[in-house]
DNA sequence: GCCGTTTTCGGCCCGACTGTTTTCAGTCG
């Protein structure tokens, strides 16, 4: 972890105890938003600090300044520690039960001194909670479930396995008798990498059709368990525990719904700021302007009966708000609405861009196919050229060649390349960065490749000094066009190298060095935040697969959905480039 | 706690749903 992801891990903290303390609100969700933009940043918190640009960063007032100076200097928080002590630790992990929140927390802790969920448990089963002013029956039950629910649904599912669950519940909607349309909304079609639950959005042939079509739903195949039902929603857990939310609108306001349930809820925050600012109101049945709206009758459940200004479609409604649409991945609160607003926002890396994936293996190391079928697959995707980037020796456990095997297997790569027409096949290797930096081959040996591409998959336990270091060494290297997944971090299982990206950017931007982002899930590494960084430093990136076999190649879409996050275009990213381009800036790097 | 091209004080996004209540508080997304 580095200092960053520390100081957002206690501003978030923060903010929960604030709340379980009943303090302001408003005071919990500006630590919120402190703790996001320390998570999200690539400024290097303690460089800012010394140069006393910390208070530049919106967001960021008098009090965050000072704690965040205090945890530097003295690597905790006076603030912060006086105010954890003050509540149980046990209480925070509360929050994670659905239908509990910090008031009702706040209330048990002080009425039955309930201060973990297994106290809670325990006391709901001994009857304890009867009689608590506020607490009924039907809430002591909805609790109960909720610890339950937390139990069933594994937390956050993987970006991959999410959206397959939820495409084939998406197929199946569409065929309901009663939907008009049906997409995929909320974070999955934000794309991040992982996901909560998932957000379907149906359009209602006939208005009054809800109730049926939410029933059909939840009978399902897929339903492990119903959650909630009625004619504008129904909630279901599915037998992967994945929670699926769908709503049910009037075809009219599908675009309204769409642009309030896709969110993030900081982008819609901000948005219906700025409806405000314009005299409009902005909610998921449309945007209204104010003085048609507060007249109007509302009733719940109904589109509001007054003549909205827009919300048919997504378009008009950014259009209306004088925006250009962002593209639902950029859809964060990180600047895009500013730059829609100047008419500036970027023109998007595509799938069609990509010409060639620069990251594969084979049989020769720990692939399950040949090179001539990897070559054939590629070509299948249209591509104009295919790198082929084995394991170099210290990868034992992936059969990883040694010098005279890979010179061996140079040439077999360059005698297919001959032979099959319609792609290139540049005869690469993926190089083990050793844990000080030294490349796993000589450069005499590297020398013979096409490209080379170099990654660290051992000692990821390093601290951030010595990582650092030691990809800083192999971004210097001559013969290293691309760092593969830089981090080593894996989704869920590792947190990876605790990398200071401001240098490694810039050696990386001079020696024209790439870094990739490594489709492969559960890598996605770079992630969004630290590729868009990249970019904004100069610094060219490379999409690529990592493929282990002919199918493992089609996880370009990943990659280039983790790009379109980080704001890149074609130009940013060398896969776009021609074979001839490509060779040229390898050859760029090279002494002459 | 943070912010300001109407503000250095007074706001801070919005609606649905549920439960415990007779008019509202809490939770959620």
Known sequence: MSVNDDLSALFATFAALLQIKGESVFKAIAFQKVS???????????????????????????????????????????????????????????????????????????????????????????GKLDGVKGIGEKKIDQIKQGIALRAASKGRMGI???????????ARVRKLPGVEKAEIAGSLRRRRETIGDVDLIAALKDENGGEAVAKHFTQFPQVERVLGQGKTKASILTTSGLQVDLRLVPMAHLGAALQYFTGSKEHNVRLRSLANDQGMTLNEWGLYRVSDYDKS?????EAPAVKPVASKNEAEIYSALGLQTPDPLLREDRGEITAAAD?????????????????????????????????????????????I????????????????????????????????????????????????????????????????IASPHVALRQDQEKATQRLLRAIENPYVNVIGHPTGRLIHQREGLPLDFGPIFKAAAESGTAMEINAAYPRLDLNDVHARAAIAAG??????????????????????????????????????LGVSELKSLVRRKRPR
Not at 160 to 170: G, N
């Open 297 to 301: 009758e509302k009733k719940t459940g």
């Open 539 to 576: 610094v060219k990136l490379s999409i690529n697969t990592d493929a282990h076999s002919t199918g493992g190649l089609g996880a370009m879409i990943f990659g280039i959905e983790v790009a379109r996050r980080a704001w890149a275009g074609s130009v940013d990213v060398i896969n776009c």
């Open 36 to 126: 996001r933009l320390l998570g999200e940043t690539s400024v290097d918190l303690r460089k800012a600090a010394a140069e006393g640009s910390l208070a530049e960063m919106e967001g960021i007032g008098d009090s965050s300044r000072k704690i965040i100076e205090d945890y530097l200097a003295n690597g905790k928080s006076a603030d912060f520690d006086s105010v954890a002590a003050s509540v149980p630790a046990g209480l925070l992990p509360m929050l994670e039960i659905p239908g509990l929140g910090p008031k009702t927390i706040a209330l048990l802790w002080k009425e039955r001194n309930i201060q973990s969920a297994e106290e809670l448990s325990k006391a709901i089963d001994a």
């Open 343 to 387: 008419g500036k926002l970027p023109k998007l890396i595509e799938l069609a861009d990509i010409r060639g994936d620069l990251h594969s293996h084979t049989v020769a190391s720990d692939g399950s196919d040949t090179i001539l079928a990897m070559a054939e697959a590629a070509r299948d995707r249209g591509y104009q050229f295919l790198a």
């Open 389 to 452: 980037t084995d394991h170099s020796k210290s990868q034992v456990i992936a059969n990883g060649l040694d010098a005279k095997r890979l010179l061996a297997h140079v040439k077999e790569i360059h005698k297919i390349g001959a032979q099959i027409k319609g792609i290139t096949l540049l005869a690469g290797c993926e190089v083990d960065i050793l844990s000080d930096g030294q490349m796993d081959f000589e450069n005499e040996i590297l020398a013979e490749l096409d490209i080379v």
């Open 160 to 170: 991959v396995q999410a959206l397959a669950v939820a495409e084939e519940l998406l």
